[in-house]
């Protein structure tokens, strides 16, 4: 079967950027805190898959910038190799490579290949994924084809990336869901990851609202539904404001349950992220529901976001039915 790719590109080393000694593991899955810094003294070696569109590019990127050499596309026969050369080159203190569908009916020994070079390097598998909108509108702004051809539609494509993808997506050490990351933020975390000084409090937390009538997010991690909380939907000055406006605020903010229901939910969360983080959970879905995503959980969402800022961890807020 013929490849569908361009020739494999090659990203030395950026000689300058040299690991510390002393580096030590990080917690969670036991992600090297830098270039090098291993259980075992085995060299690092992090293999990056996942669907197209998702990301690959700029995490290889993000990991030549800490000092990893960095191949993209490399034919899997060709890995055990590489492990092999990255174990016995002392230059070399960490690397990491690109596989993907590109290599076609090659990728079905990627499973057993990768089990195998585990022995011999401290390999790490990274898996990227997004929804399938974020994927599609990816490919509609740059204008590329998707990799498993032009025959079928691009849904159909990532649906059958999905599938193909499948078993190696289950031997991942790490997944990342990269549907509301910008490239800057990606390439931040995977700094933060990865990075020599990584910090533990740099969980990214995503606070979401929405409306039930338009379904529940499904990326949610936890969910909580509002509709409890008295509607002002219902009262004609704020029925076309949202939640984001200080008088509807005010309003919800007025009522005794809304104050308790804030400051228990706070609390459960503050209580909850050092735990995620030490299971290595590197970010965070919270979502926040009411009848139309408008009123009460877009207030909710912006006074958990801030509680959570203050705590000092890193939160965005994001209003996905609030114009609906």
Do not use: W
Not at 224 to 247: A, C, E, Q, S, W
Not at 296 to 311: C, D, G, K, P, T
């Amino acid at each position: 079967m013929p490849r569908k790719t361009s020739s494999t590109r090659v990203r030395p080393k950026p000689a300058s950027n040299k690991p510390n000694p002393g580096d030590e593991v990080a917690g969670g899955k036991g992600v090297p805190s830098g270039p090098g810094a291993t259980h075992s003294g085995k060299r690092d070696l992090v293999v990056i898959t996942g669907l197209s569109g998702s990301g690959k590019g700029s995490v290889l990127r993000a990991l030549e910038d800490l000092g990893f050499y960095s191949v993209d596309n490399l034919p899997v026969e060709l890995i055990p190799k590489f492990a092999e050369l990255t174990h016995d080159n002392p230059s070399i203190q960490a690397a990491a490579l690109v596989v993907d569908v590109r290599e076609g009916e090659g990728l079905k020994r990627f499973p057993k290949v990768f089990s195998s070079i585990r022995k011999s390097v401290n390999a790490r598998l990274i898996f990227l994924e997004a929804d399938n909108e974020a994927i599609v509108r990816r490919f509609s702004e740059t204008r590329r084809p998707h990799p498993l051809g032009t025959n079928k539609s691009i849904t159909r494509s990532i649906l059958s990336e999905r599938a193909q993808l499948a078993p190696i997506r289950a031997m991942a050490d790490l997944t990342i869901n990269t549907s509301k990351f910008t490239v800057h933020e990606l390439r931040e975390f995977i700094g933060e990851r990865f990075g020599s000084q990584r910090d533990e409090s740099k969980i990214m937390i995503y606070v979401t609202s929405f409306g039930y009538r338009n379904g529940v997010p499904p990326d949610s991690d936890l969910v909580f539904d509002v509709r409890f909380l008295p509607n002002p939907n219902y009262i004609p000055r704020f029925k076309n404001l949202t939640g984001r406006h200080p008088k509807v605020a005010r309003y919800i903010q007025s009522f005794p349950q809304t104050v308790e229901f804030v400051q228990r939910i706070s609390d459960l969360l503050i209580y909850l992220l050092p735990h995620y983080i030490q299971e290595g959970k590197s970010y965070l879905t919270i979502a926040f529901g009411c009848t139309g995503g408008q009123h009460r959980s877009v207030m909710m969402a912006e006074q958990i976001r801030n509680y959570l800022v203050q705590a000092g961890f890193k939160a965005k807020v994001n209003h996905r039915d609030i114009v609906k």
